[in-house]
């Protein structure tokens, strides 16, 4: 069981891209504290941890981001902190210098990423909402049935879309959702998709999708937090919060071929 766990960064264990910089923070309980995510800490080295020895990370500048892009920066200043009592796992804490955007949702050091903005269909004109809902649910039609066959033949509906502002060409991010209202046995299908448009004539072409099926309370949903593109390699990406119904994850999805994306990280479990 570790004593001290040192930021060595990262391992090639758990698929963090290390252009990307060893750490990365989120929210935390108000809007200048931060958890500090260790990308290369798994879930048993973060459950046998006690104590995090942090001090290589204090004054490290950052660039926060949101849906919106590049919100602003900050330092970062941290705390080495004991695991809480109770058995609820957490990231170690920081706090953000200066006046802090409430709207941000992740930071890196600063120059390890560039923004790219997104557009949530919350924030569309009523015709742009529409046409986002028609392009997600074309995509969802010919998802491959790779899922539970039981949900087959029942609609999708969308949890949340966006449309993520590249030159190159459209992409939009999904969450669709198809349930079976069984008193006995209610389930949920969740599927997270990624589409590019290559064509002015064509349609959307699926490049990612993953399901997440079961009951409410084991179900994993998603919420896409920000997109960027990797400073070193030019790798464009969006970061995914992965939510369980006490805790939850962080997850990094990057552009990995002209048309395909993959899951290449996800963070240690935090929550009860």
């Not at 949900?151 to 991010?173: D, H, K, Q, T």
């Not at 046995?185 to 072409?205: D, F, K, M, Q, T």
């Not at 899951?263 to 240690?268: C, H």
């Amino acid at each position: 069981m570790n004593a001290r766990q040192t930021v060595t960064g990262l391992t090639s264990a758990t698929g963090w891209d290390s252009a990307a910089g060893s750490f990365m923070v989120i929210p935390g309980s108000d809007s200048i504290d931060a958890a500090i995510v260790l990308p290369g800490l798994t879930d048993s080295l973060l459950s046998s941890t006690k104590h995090f020895e942090l001090s290589g990370l204090e004054n490290t500048a950052l660039d926060l981001f949101s849906l919106r892009g590049f919100v602003g920066s900050s330092v970062l200043h941290v705390s080495s902190q004991p695991a809480e009592a109770a058995g609820c796992l957490t990231w170690p804490e920081g706090r953000l210098a200066g006046v802090v955007p409430t709207q941000w949702r992740i930071g890196l050091k600063a120059g390890r990423a560039q923004a790219i903005e997104v557009v949530s269909i919350d924030a569309m004109q009523s015709r742009d909402s529409i046409t986002l809902i028609g392009d997600v649910l074309d995509v969802a039609s010919r998802l491959p049935r790779d899922g539970d066959a039981a949900f087959r033949g029942i609609p999708f509906s969308v949890r949340n879309a966006y449309r993520l502002v590249v030159p190159e060409f459209p992409v939009i991010v999904a969450e669709v959702v198809r349930k079976i209202n069984e008193e006995a046995n209610p389930r949920e299908e969740h599927v997270l998709v990624i589409a590019e448009r290559r064509s002015i004539v064509g349609g959307y072409r699926l490049a990612f999708h993953m399901i997440s099926a079961g009951a409410e309370e084991s179900l994993e949903t998603t919420d896409l937090l920000a997109a960027i593109k990797i400073a070193k390699t030019g790798h464009l990406a969006i970061v995914v919060s992965f939510d369980y119904e006490d805790g939850g994850k962080v997850g990094l999805l990057e552009k990995i071929s002209g048309s395909s994306w993959q899951l290449i990280w996800k963070s240690a479990y935090t929550g009860c």
